[in-house]
């Protein structure tokens, strides 16, 4: 993992040497890996869950999104709080809560207790996905936090890759409990280890500063303006990817022909091809500015969104593809977002708004879910209808996201910018050549 991040790596504002920086990014990959295994499993399982549970679309949308919509309540919460504490402390203590959760989904009777389980893992694995992005912002120079972004998304490329279609195996030939009890079996290991291995973070706390109340905080950062703008984006960004993404595995099996065996090949070839383009994007983000990736890669992957749902009956290998190519422009948008999302906050509040940036991401992927879940019908003939409108609702999202991405600023500029240079942030949108954001960002 440590080689898709550039070895000339400098020493960070917090002192941190490039070597120490490299087993932090490990870690954290690794972390996230087995957190996007355990939320991800559960979408490719949704043919199987919804025929042995004997539940329809809207209850599968439930567990999906009660993950997302537990991450997101519990992020709010804790906001306030995380940036009081060494980020180390606090990230082995709520992996060690998402390892508890998964070990009761796999001990999960029925569909009740399934979705207790879903909001118990929900609760700490969301929580810990934005702090891992915090600790990347802490641990990292600006300059460099496109291609370290792109590297920890590659644990979502590794997760599909060899995470899911591995666990969508095990699931099919022994049973939907199985994936998320090996997962608490090995993430314990990884725990284990981390403690060990990971430092000590503490240079987010400030001596001597004074810190004001919890709610005080929590308010501060939920009401900054260029805070606010970063928050749009997510839950545009996310609201369109998970409107769609839960139920392409339960459509290509009841619409298009792909047999659940087969299931595992379109996340080993999609992830395979993310693998490959996610730390690419991120240097391409440092080299030639986020927004302007950002640009690129939506566009195509709202193109892509209409193409998957519309999917007739095809052969397994055009299924295949442009699903893969789904994969890849979703992650590529995702890389230049977070990475856009960073910049906007200062260090002093970057625990306390990625986490409520974690939980608004939650709470949007919730929501997307719920609703392409009302929207989908089953057919008498277990065929899934309206898919295509779920779609485009998720590219007219996509669009929306191209506005609100140009409004965001990086933090220094956003404490300069004006309310005539707010309201000018659409013209840039459209592709006004000025782009604070892009050209602050250039490597």
């Known amino acids: 993992m440590t080689g898709f991040v550039d070895e000339s790596f400098e020493v960070s504002d917090q002192g941190i040497e490039p070597g120490r920086q490299r ?12 957190n996007i295994v355990d939320f991800m499993i559960v979408m490719p399982l949704g043919p199987q869950l919804m025929r042995t549970l004997k539940i329809g679309p809207g209850q599968f949308g439930l567990i999906v999104s009660s993950y997302t919509l537990s991450a997101g309540v519990a992020g709010l919460m804790a906001a306030s709080l995380i940036d009081r504490f060494d980020r180390k402390l606090s990230f082995l203590t709520l992996y060690l809560g998402f390892l508890a959760g998964t070990l009761f989904c796999g001990l999960a009777e029925g569909y009740r207790t399934l979705l207790a389980a879903r909001v118990v893992t929900g609760a700490f694995g969301g929580i810990l996905g934005g702090l891992a992005m915090a600790i990347i912002g802490d641990v990292f120079p600006e300059h460099r936090r496109g291609s370290a972004t792109g590297a920890l998304m590659s644990a979502f490329a590794l997760a599909s890759v060899a995470g899911v279609p591995f666990g969508l195996s095990l699931g099919t030939a022994y049973g939907w409990h199985v994936p998320f009890l090996l997962l608490a079996g090995v993430g314990s290991a990884i725990l284990v280890v981390a403690v060990k291995a990971m430092p000590s973070l503490r240079g987010h706390l400030e001596p001597g500063k004074v810190v004001g109340h919890p709610l005080q905080e929590m308010v501060a950062t939920l009401t900054h303006p260029n805070h606010l703008r970063a928050f749009a984006l997510i ?31 379109v996340y080993v070839i999609g992830g395979s091809l993310t693998l490959i383009a996610a730390p690419g994007v991120g240097k391409l983000a440092d080299r030639y500015g986020k927004l302007r990736v950002y640009r690129c890669a939506a566009p195509i992957a709202g193109l892509l969104m209409i193409a998957v749902t519309c999917l007739p009956r095809v052969s397994f290998w055009f299924a295949i593809t442009v699903v893969s190519l789904l ?16 910049a906007s906050v200062e260090p002093r509040r970057r625990g306390s ?4 940036n974690s939980s608004i991401q939650h709470l949007s992927t919730g929501l997307g879910a719920y609703v392409g879940g009302g929207i989908i019908l089953r057919a008498s003939d277990g065929s899934l209808q309206r898919f295509p409108w779920v779609g485009a609702i998720a590219t007219a999202a996509t669009i929306l996201s191209l506005f609100l991405a140009g409004r965001v600023r990086t933090h220094g500029d956003s404490l300069k910018t004006s309310p005539t240079l707010s309201l000018g942030a659409a013209a840039e949108a459209l592709g006004d050549s000025s782009e604070p954001l892009a050209a602050t960002d250039l490597a």
């Open 353 to 356: 708004f990625m986490t409520a």
């Open 23 to 34: 087993v932090i990014l490990l870690i954290l990959a690794v972390v996230q890996f087995t």
């Open 327 to 342: 994969m890849v422009g979703n992650a590529s948008r995702m890389v230049a977002a977070m990475a856009m999302v960073m």
């Open 235 to 265: 839950v545009t960004l996310m609201f369109g990817s998970f409107a769609v993404i839960p139920y392409i595995s339960p459509y290509l099996v009841a619409n298009v022909g792909v047999t659940e065996k087969q299931l595992p090949w």
